[in-house]
């Protein structure tokens, strides 16, 4: 496509190479002109725009919106996370500010995994002045990953076992043997390809792949049994080098002190060369591991070379005669011996020579390109290798008969009678040693065949060397880079000391020490035959999570899930973690069960302790995958009363102002049902939604830490009512919707305004039309404690001088509920409902049938440990004369409810005149409200009370006199049976909609619960019943 002309720009415009300034946008808005107009002239000066695009070259004219550019994008952690130079949402869409210091590029500041800044080599920003930071060392997939693999791969088993499993197993059940190694090992390899192709790779290797996939509790076990099984895997090739050096000094007599000591001390200098190699940095290793890489070829080729020159006499007596169809055909089938002469167990012999394929990833901050480098270095050490176990086990078995004497006096010339065995026909009789099995040579029992068989043996012994040397040289580099990356995540105590690197690699030189000091330990053991098998389970329990982690990623559908490597399969990975894990019981089944233990172990460590670190993990989807499911199939469930749950939508207002309403509901609601903790904000829009935007984690977090499981959600509305009627209907999901509105009640009632007064019992209206059952708190000191918190609360509510009063607008004072982490570290107010209640009671005045929910409640709460010990009291009212039969219903109603409760006691003076001094105290607490209208007719009434609804006429107060003075006997009753209780529920009474004023109904409130100690909880149900007594 042909570009379009752009005339030519000023070459102060020329030199622009970012986004516009905000002073030319507001010039370009707000004046009207542009910075191109004739006679303005601007340039974009200290613009940025991305690489050398010029300023209107892409769209053509002048826009705030920028193209798109790598480091938008950089360092982005969770959703809605600010990005570099990129404008905001308001940046676009709002009027523009000449305040616009968060659209400049802020300097480049790297986050370390759980958001704190941590200065990586590649991407530190550099101090002006300051001579800038050397380039750290970086290798390719050939370098850093194919050779480092191919070296831990091969080992001594290589050199010292294949032979000797050849001849057990035969050259096709060794290849069997091989492939199912190989196979569990590709399999990983694919899945390690998958996940690091998936982002962008750090260090931290195989802990940094499975916690940034399975998040930190199995990542955090992992990482750690994982960087200690490379450190003890230091000690053991090691040991086996010290081990090999000893057997060639003992064959020339040249023991230094006796052969233990003598491997405890080859061995501590051994390991001792290598951390000096290590420290002086990863370019001199990789020399090192290079050299490593030629002696091993070097020895292959020895080996190769040696099975096609003719063999000598000493050599075919010990068994070799060069390539001959017979002897392949021979050794082709199995021939088991001994007690490890079973098909399973050489598996557990040869697997884990298959292992090591992760040295590569374990240095995946070393790497140029870690997702180019992993997948194709790994996979091709796998291919390798394979090719060269089979061609080896091909190779010696067709070469090297399986018993031999060694003795060049059994030779006797071909066709000899009274010889045995396929040796026989090459003039040689074996047959006297093969019998009596005590043959020293041959496949079966010499384990240096490999060593005979070549031109030249020593060629061998170095091969045997570069293999050890090599493999502990990558674990003593594996280990420290994994623990580095473990320390600086902060999941466990006490180990972050050895997470500060040093140099342009940022080398982890506390780390070696540490590994250093585990490796001489295990090395002054002097025998690692115990351990072995452990470390062999830990590296197989690491891959059984790799491919688990591929397999989870894939299965759980997260967009996030995107790795460029695509030829892998997450059955085949799920495939390739059950069979690690059978692998780890046919290898040793103690140390398996070992493994496990020490995995959940650190496991429920991690899960008790709850880092604050958010990675984005597979786990994190699946949970999001199991809720979508469980609510869209709850969706289709018809409701039953059976399975009823009080789902509480709790008017807390700023869930840390009212604590003991929300742990309150928060006793009854954990673990069994839905809670929900609404705030309205009140006021301007565009100022309320950035409070709701910047307080609500805080919220979120307070609840946390209280240990409160409920949702927090807030709306910004113009006023109280109307806010709480967004969350009436829109609260919930589906089945998880609220069907309770719990809410504090409104102590200063009588001095706030009269429209504050009108939307609380007006909300309390809008609760019965929508369904809800209502759950309204008293409790003597009042619920609101922001007045200690030093806050303001919304003065549409309560007022500034009753700040205990209830409600759920609220704004926060400065530094407070503005700041999360202020929020969340506020300090925890206690409440009545965090103690122990002791032998108290929980006295339930079930008045009016509302469906159960009034019963409901407070037998919930009994249900907790610190009510257990509570008695329950259930008070009906009833008639004198029918008392007993009153109470063996109710008794008998409750049974069949299967309500444990304690005691059952009949009010038969519910209806008796209250004492005149509480009537004229109930009058006196009405008369401010009264409209004094002098019994006149409705129409005149309504006149009078235009504009004050709250107003009580005559009429009014007449018609509901029974109504009233019920309260005020019921008063009397509380107080004369409930004074020393723990908790009341009562029965809420409900005042018809137009027919009663607010002020008059608030009054029946305030009448019935005043003076009590105890918390009040006034409920009522919305005349369904959520209790039952049938089983269907």
Not at 30 to 55: I, K, M, N, Q, V
Not at 241 to 269: C, K, M, W, Y
Not at 496 to 515: A, D, H, Q, V, W
Not at 987 to 1012: F, H, N, V
């Amino acid at each position: 496509m042909a570009e379009l002309p752009v005339p030519e720009l000023p070459p102060t415009l020329s030199r622009c190479s970012g986004r516009f300034t905000i002073s030319t946008l507001l010039g370009m808005e707000e004046g009207g002109r542009g910075p191109y107009t004739p006679a303005e002239g601007a340039g974009c000066d200290g613009t940025h725009l991305s690489s050398s695009t010029l300023c209107t070259r892409t769209f053509g004219y002048n826009t705030v919106d920028v193209v798109p550019a790598y480091e938008h994008y950089a360092n982005s952690n969770g959703v809605g996370d600010g990005r570099r130079g990129r404008p905001s949402l308001a940046d676009l869409h709002s009027i523009l500010k000449p305040d616009t210091g968060h659209l400049r590029p802020p300097l480049s500041e790297p986050q370390r995994s759980n958001g704190v800044p941590e200065a990586g080599p590649e991407e530190a920003p550099e101090e002006p002045g300051r001579a800038p930071t050397p380039e750290p060392v970086r290798f390719g997939w050939v370098k850093g990953v194919m050779i480092r693999c191919m070296l831990n791969i091969w080992g001594v088993i290589l050199y010292l076992r294949l032979p000797w499993i050849t001849a057990q197993a035969g050259i096709a059940l060794t290849w069997l043997i091989i492939l199912m190694s190989v196979t569990v090992t590709t399999i990983t390899g694919l899945s390690i390809s998958a996940i690091s192709t998936n982002g962008k790779v750090k260090s931290g290797g195989t802990y940094f792949l499975i916690s940034r996939s399975l998040g930190p509790e199995l990542g955090g076990s992992i990482g750690l049994i994982f960087a200690f099984a490379n450190a003890v895997a230091v000690a053991m090739h090691t040991v086996g080098f010290a081990e090999t050096v000893r057997d060639l000094l003992q064959e020339h007599n040249s023991l230094i002190v006796d052969p233990t000591n003598d491997i405890r001390i080859i061995g501590v200098v051994t390991v001792t060369v290598l951390l000096g190699i290590s420290l002086a940095g990863m370019e001199w290793e990789a020399k090192a591991q290079i050299l490593f890489f030629l002696v091993i070829l070097v020895s292959f080729i020895n080996y190769l070379v040696g099975t096609v020159i003719p063999a000598t006499a000493e050599k075919q007596a010990k068994g070799f005669f060069s390539y001959r169809a017979e002897i392949f055909a021979q050794n082709f089938v199995p021939n088991w011996r001994g007690p490890e002469g079973s098909f399973f167990g050489l598996f557990s012999i040869f697997f884990p020579s298959a292992t090591g394929i992760l040295a590569g990833a374990n240095i995946s901050g070393d790497l140029k390109d870690p997702a180019v480098a992993i997948p194709k270095g790994t996979l091709m050490a796998i291919f390798w290798t394979t090719v060269s176990y089979l061609v080896l086990s091909a190779t010696i078995g067709a070469c090297v008969v399986r018993d031999a004497s060694g003795s060049l006096n059994d030779s006797v010339a071909v066709g000899s009678p009274g010889c045995e065995g396929l040796a026989c026909g090459f003039g040689w009789n074996f047959t006297a040693c093969a019998q009596r099995q005590s043959c020293r040579y041959g496949l079966s029992n010499y384990y240096q065949s490999m060593s005979m068989v070549s031109g030249f043996g020593p060629l061998i012994t170095a091969g045997i060397f570069g293999a050890t040397l090599s493999s502990a040289l990558a674990c003593l580099v594996s280990a420290p880079k994994v623990f580095q990356c473990l320390c600086k995540d902060q999941l466990y105590p006490l180990i972050g000391f050895f997470g500060k690197g040093y140099g342009r690699n940022s080398e982890p030189i506390r780390g070696y020490m540490l590994t250093y000091v585990i490796a001489v330990g295990f090395i002054l053991i002097a025998e690692l035959n115990a351990i072995a098998p452990i470390i062999s389970n830990f590296f197989l329990c690491s891959y059984a999570l790799i491919n688990f982690s591929c397999f989870h990623a894939s299965i759980t559908n997260s967009p996030g899930w995107r790795p460029s490597f695509r030829y892998y399969s997450k059955w085949a990975a799920l495939f390739g973690a059950a069979v690690s894990v059978v692998i780890m019981f046919l290898l040793t089944w103690w140390a398996a069960l070992i493994a496990f233990g020490i995995v959940i172990f650190l496991l429920g460590y991690v899960l008790y302790k709850k880092p604050d670190v958010n990675w984005g993990s597979s786990m994190q989807a699946s949970s999001y995958n199991m809720a979508l499911n469980y609510s869209v199939g709850l969706s289709e469930v018809e409701e039953h009363i059976k399975n009823y749950r009080p789902q509480c939508l709790v008017l807390t207002g700023p869930p840390s102002f009212r604590p003991a309403l929300v742990d309150f509901v928060g006793t009854f609601t954990k673990n069994l049902s839905l809670m929900l903790c609404g705030n309205v904000l009140i006021g301007p829009q565009k100022q309320k939604m950035l409070e709701s935007r910047l307080t609500a984690d805080g919220h979120i977090k307070w609840l946390r830490k209280r240990k409160i499981k409920a949702f927090y959600t807030d709306v910004v509305a113009e006023d109280l009512r109307s806010g709480v009627q967004m969350l009436i209907q829109a609260a919930g999901l589906g089945k998880m919707r609220p069907n309770i509105l719990a809410l504090g009640y409104k102590r200063n009632w009588r001095t706030v305004s009269p429209q504050s007064l009108e939307d609380y019992v007006g909300i309390l209206h809008d609760a019965f039309d929508f369904k809800y059952g209502v759950c309204l708190m008293r409790m003597k000191e009042g619920l609101n404690v922001s007045r200690v918190m030093h806050a303001h609360v919304n003065p549409t509510f309560e007022a500034a001088e009753h700040p205990e009063g209830n409600g759920t607008g609220g704004r926060a004072a400065p530094g407070t509920a503005a700041d999360p982490a202020a929020l969340a570290g506020e300090q925890q107010a206690s409440t009545i409902f965090q103690n122990e209640q002791g032998k108290k009671t929980i006295d339930i005045y079930w008045l009016f049938d509302d469906g159960g929910l009034t019963l409901l409640i407070p037998y919930l709460l009994g249900r907790k440990k610190r009510w257990a010990k509570c008695k329950i009291r259930v008070f009906v009212g009833g008639q004198i004369n029918r008392m007993d039969e009153e109470r063996k219903a109710i008794v008998s109603l409750l049974s069949k409810f299967r309500l444990d409760f304690h005691e059952v006691h009949i009010l038969p003076d519910i209806n008796q005149k209250p004492r005149p001094e509480h009537i004229r105290r109930f009058e006196d607490l009405i008369a401010p409200f009264r409209l004094n209208d002098g019994f006149k007719d409705e129409a005149t009434v309504n006149e009078m009370r235009q504009g004050c609804p709250w107003k009580i006429s005559d009429e009014e107060v007449n018609k509901n006199r029974a109504k009233s003075l019920r309260q005020v006997r019921l008063n009397e009753i509380l107080l004369d049976y409930s004074r020393d209780a723990a908790l009341i529920a009562i029965t809420l009474p409900i005042g018809r909609k137009g027919r009663c004023p607010s002020s008059l109904y608030m009054a029946w409130l305030e009448t019935l619960s005043q003076d009590l100690r105890p918390p009040v909880i006034l409920t009522r149900g919305n005349q369904e019943n959520v209790l039952t007594f049938y089983c269907q």
